[in-house]
């Protein structure tokens, strides 16, 4: 059983719905339970998943955990998984009292770092089976903020259902996306300050200056859409950055872009860059998280550093200019996620963990 707070678009939401899809039911029963209902990703779980979704109240809801523990004994799972802080407490009590025999824990990106949270976090990792992170990068900043050994913590990580994210091809080739003369630049994820689309609106304003054709696609919702709004209206730019808001057919989205960018402060395994680097785009991401793990810089894309305007205006220009280049890179990319993270993999590598913890 997966306890997670909800199932609407995110990184740790849609892998675990991949993971719920993929397991091999021959072997386990999955189930899935939500703190809240009416997940936007629940339609897409097959019909051999189990759901059970309650209803938390804002803030501290203290009818959860017993609500959690009634789900725990009617279903009486082997193992629970629960997901980032948000489940840890209300998920992790009722599955210790009720006797599940296997407790697993995941962290999937923001760290809670208050004193008071780094406690109780290093008090239920050690009694957790399995802490599992979703990179290097986290796993060594997750061992080092909450003062838990670093050897006790697993990472798996993500895959990309490279079938659904595949690149346009006509008989094995590339072509145009059929968007006119422009470079379409895009980028995918929660409009949200540690997504930092306000650098990406900055450099797509200076090479609008350079008279460059390009088009600015930003998809996703949050609460900074207005800010950036505001942002694009005062750099006088509005007819060169459309804003689609939440998307759910998101692979069609990748096949608009010729360059995707992650601008992002923080990340773990950054699903959007597995997503556009299956779809066959190159990928400019900032150096945070295992970014470098999955961008070859200079063969598949371009690492530059959080916040440097100038850094990505420059690597994008050289997109831009050089569609062979653009190409080559995409190509590169797309080969990289089939050979070392397909979905398949990551799905093996949580069915190898699952067996394992009830092995031992």
Same mark, same amino acid.
């Given at each position: 059983?997966?306890? !997670?707070?909800?199932?609407?678009?995110?990184?740790?939401?849609?892998?675990?719905?991949?993971?719920?899809?993929?397991?091999?039911? &021959?072997?386990?029963?999955?189930?899935?339970?939500?703190?809240? &209902?009416?997940?936007?990703?629940?339609?897409?779980?097959?019909?051999?998943?189990?759901?059970?979704?309650?209803?938390?109240? #804002?803030? #501290?809801?203290?009818?959860?955990?017993?609500?959690?523990?009634?789900? !725990?004994?009617?279903?009486?799972?082997?193992?629970?998984?629960?997901?980032?802080?948000?489940?840890?407490?209300?998920?992790?009590?009722?599955?210790?009292?009720?006797?599940?025999?296997?407790?697993?824990?995941?962290?999937?990106?923001?760290?809670?770092? &208050?004193?008071?949270?780094?406690?109780?976090?290093?008090?239920?990792?050690?009694?957790?089976?399995?802490?599992?992170?979703?990179?290097?990068?986290?796993?060594?900043?997750?061992?080092?903020?909450?003062?838990?050994?670093?050897?006790?913590?697993?990472?798996?990580?993500?895959?990309?259902?490279?079938?659904?994210?595949?690149?346009?091809?006509?008989?094995?080739?590339?072509?145009?996306?059929?968007?006119?003369?422009?470079?379409?630049?895009g980028t995918v994820g929660r409009m949200e300050p540690v997504k930092n689309q306000k650098l990406l609106i900055d450099a797509a304003y200076q090479l609008? #200056?350079?008279?460059?054709?390009?088009?600015?696609?930003?998809?996703?919702?949050?609460?900074?859409?207005?800010?950036?709004?505001?942002?694009?209206?005062?750099?006088?730019?509005?007819?060169?950055?459309?804003?689609?808001?939440?998307?759910?057919?998101?692979?069609?989205?990748?096949?608009?872009?010729?360059?995707?960018?992650?601008?992002?402060?923080?990340?773990?395994?950054?699903?959007?860059?597995?997503?556009?680097?299956?779809?066959?785009?190159?990928?400019?991401?900032?150096?945070?998280?295992?970014?470098?793990?999955?961008?070859?810089?200079?063969?598949?894309?371009?690492?530059?550093?959080?916040?440097?305007?100038?850094?990505?205006?420059?690597?994008?220009?050289?997109?831009?200019?050089?569609?062979?280049?653009?190409?080559?890179?995409?190509?590169?990319?797309?080969?990289?996620?089939?050979?070392?993270?397909? !979905?398949?993999?990551?799905?093996?590598?949580?069915?190898?963990?699952?067996?394992?913890?009830?092995?031992?």
């Amino acid at each position: 059983m997966h306890l !997670i707070h909800q199932l609407n678009p995110g990184g740790a939401e849609n892998g675990v719905v991949n993971i719920a899809n993929g397991i091999d039911k &021959k072997a386990f029963d999955i189930s899935i339970c939500t703190f809240q &209902k009416e997940g936007l990703l629940v339609p897409r779980l097959h019909e051999d998943v189990t759901v059970f979704e309650l209803a938390k109240r #804002n803030g #501290n809801d203290i009818r959860i955990p017993f609500e959690v523990y009634r789900v !725990i004994k009617d279903w009486q799972p082997d193992i629970v998984h629960t997901h980032s802080w948000g489940t840890l407490l209300e998920g992790f009590l009722p599955s210790m009292v009720a006797g599940v025999p296997v407790r697993i824990h995941g962290e999937h990106g923001t760290i809670q770092a &208050k004193p008071k949270q780094r406690i109780i976090q290093k008090l239920f990792f050690y009694l957790a089976d399995q802490i599992l992170s979703v990179s290097m990068e986290h796993k060594a900043r997750l061992a080092k903020t909450i003062g838990f050994p670093e050897s006790k913590i697993e990472v798996i990580d993500n895959g990309v259902d490279t079938a659904k994210f595949s690149p346009l091809q006509d008989t094995g080739k590339f072509q145009s996306n059929g968007l006119k003369t422009e470079v379409v630049i895009g980028t995918v994820g929660r409009m949200e300050p540690v997504k930092n689309q306000k650098l990406l609106i900055d450099a797509a304003y200076q090479l609008l #200056n350079n008279h460059r054709k390009i088009k600015l696609l930003l998809v996703g919702d949050g609460s900074l859409m207005p800010e950036l709004k505001n942002q694009v209206k005062s750099l006088g730019i509005e007819n060169q950055v459309i804003f689609t808001g939440q998307q759910f057919n998101i692979e069609k989205m990748y096949k608009k872009m010729d360059v995707f960018v992650l601008p992002s402060l923080s990340e773990g395994m950054s699903n959007t860059v597995l997503e556009a680097m299956s779809s066959g785009l190159p990928v400019i991401g900032t150096d945070v998280g295992d970014n470098f793990r999955l961008i070859n810089n200079g063969e598949n894309g371009f690492i530059i550093d959080p916040g440097a305007v100038p850094q990505l205006t420059e690597k994008l220009d050289i997109l831009i200019k050089d569609k062979a280049k653009r190409r080559a890179f995409g190509m590169k990319a797309r080969q990289k996620m089939e050979h070392q993270f397909s !979905i398949s993999s990551m799905v093996h590598n949580y069915e190898k963990l699952y067996r394992t913890s009830i092995e031992s």
